[in-house]
């Protein structure tokens, strides 16, 4: 059933119509939707992080749920939530203890549980998070023996506004389907991202199945290595993202199977022509599973 946030005729203190929006709360065990006790299993994973930079930064909130899904993508079953905090021993930056409510105080002592939670995420057909470009690093750099795993992205792997939503940020996400949690915390961004893949469309489909139908193709990551400077808007209007991590300094963009040739003449022409004056002669070009994606 499509939960869309809905909207009550009425007079609310003389506002006239009013949305009505409901807590979330997603109870451990079967939802009462889909065929049986669905034989897949999934887990959402969000952290909290001192700053934004995984090679210097660390962990301070690890949440994540599993969760089961039958052949129509279609969550029937929600496991037990798990959250665990962890002291960095040093001292939260003032934006991240207001972005996250986490003090310095409740974090002392703390310590993830990395046996059990590397455990869970090894249990699973793969691991989702609403931004697994940022997740995924800060979670493997973590929990090292949970590298390598399946990974899918709610928030690059659905197409929302198909949907009739408007942006991709969780949280808005969620208001638009008629709910709000508590605030910026790794467990209710996980409840969130739970329920948002459990969003149907005019025909029915789950956002689930829509990211993993996505997510299992592979695409290929094209960097455009060499370009010249005064090239920077065209790639950005062409859908390229600026990575200078790792060293790297370089525009990039991710497409599918059936878009690379194109991508591979447009570039050829607009970036690796003579005139367009590129410090290399082609782009590098790099497969990518949902082994490999989000690194």
């Given at each position: 059933?499509?939960?869309?946030?809905?909207?009550?005729?009425?007079?609310?203190?003389?506002?006239?119509?009013?949305?009505?929006?409901?807590?979330?709360?997603l109870s451990e065990?079967?939802?009462?939707?889909?065929?049986?006790?669905?034989?897949?299993?999934g887990v959402a994973?969000?952290?909290?992080?001192?700053?934004?930079?995984?090679?210097?930064?660390?962990?301070?909130?690890?949440?994540?749920?599993?969760?089961?899904?039958?052949?129509?993508?279609?969550?029937?079953?929600?496991?037990?939530?798990?959250?665990?905090?962890?002291?960095?021993?040093?001292?939260?930056?003032?934006?991240?203890?207001?972005?996250?409510?986490?003090?310095?105080?409740?974090?002392?002592?703390?310590?993830?549980?990395?046996?059990?939670?590397?455990?869970?995420?090894?249990?699973?057909?793969?691991?989702?998070?609403?931004?697994?470009?940022?997740?995924?690093?800060?979670?493997?750099?973590?929990?090292?023996?949970?590298?390598?795993?399946?990974?899918?992205?709610?928030?690059?792997?659905?197409?929302?506004?198909?949907?009739?939503?408007?942006?991709?940020?969780?949280?808005?996400?969620?208001?638009?389907?008629?709910?709000?949690?508590?605030?910026?915390?790794?467990?209710?961004?996980?409840?969130?991202?739970?329920?948002?893949?459990?969003?149907?469309?005019?025909?029915?489909?789950?956002?689930?199945?829509?990211?993993?139908?996505?997510?299992?193709?592979?695409?290929?990551?094209?960097r455009a290595i060499?370009?010249?400077?005064?090239?920077?808007?065209?790639?950005?209007?062409?859908?390229?993202?600026?990575?200078?991590?790792?060293?790297?300094?370089?525009?990039?963009?991710?497409?599918?199977?059936?878009?690379?040739?194109?991508?591979?003449?447009?570039?050829?022409?607009?970036?690796?022509?003579?005139?367009?004056?590129?410090?290399?002669?082609?782009?590098?070009?790099?497969?990518?599973?949902?082994?490999?994606?989000?690194?």
């Amino acid at each position: 059933m499509n939960m869309q946030a809905e909207f009550v005729r009425g007079d609310v203190d003389g506002e006239g119509d009013v949305r009505v929006l409901r807590p979330l709360r997603l109870s451990e065990g079967a939802t009462g939707k889909g065929v049986g006790r669905g034989l897949h299993v999934g887990v959402a994973i969000d952290v909290e992080t001192t700053g934004l930079d995984a090679e210097t930064g660390k962990v301070i909130e690890l949440a994540l749920r599993r969760f089961r899904y039958d052949a129509d993508g279609v969550i029937t079953d929600i496991d037990v939530a798990f959250e665990w905090r962890e002291d960095p021993c040093e001292r939260l930056d003032p934006a991240i203890t207001a972005l996250t409510g986490l003090t310095d105080a409740d974090l002392a002592g703390c310590a993830i549980d990395e046996v059990k939670a590397t455990k869970l995420l090894r249990s699973a057909s793969f691991v989702v998070a609403h931004n697994s470009a940022f997740d995924r690093r800060w979670v493997e750099k973590r929990l090292p023996g949970a590298a390598g795993l399946n990974w899918c992205c709610s928030m690059r792997q659905i197409d929302w506004r198909a949907r009739r939503f408007d942006g991709r940020v969780l949280g808005y996400l969620l208001l638009q389907y008629g709910f709000y949690h508590a605030g910026h915390r790794a467990s209710a961004d996980v409840d969130a991202l739970i329920q948002m893949l459990r969003h149907e469309d005019v025909a029915g489909r789950t956002a689930l199945s829509e990211m993993i139908e996505t997510g299992s193709k592979p695409t290929w990551i094209v960097r455009a290595i060499g370009a010249h400077f005064d090239l920077k808007d065209q790639l950005r209007a062409r859908g390229y993202r600026w990575d200078a991590s790792a060293g790297r300094k370089v525009w990039w963009r991710e497409v599918a199977d059936d878009q690379l040739a194109a991508e591979g003449s447009w570039l050829a022409a607009n970036v690796y022509a003579l005139d367009a004056q590129p410090q290399k002669i082609c782009p590098e070009i790099i497969r990518v599973t949902p082994r490999t994606r989000f690194l």
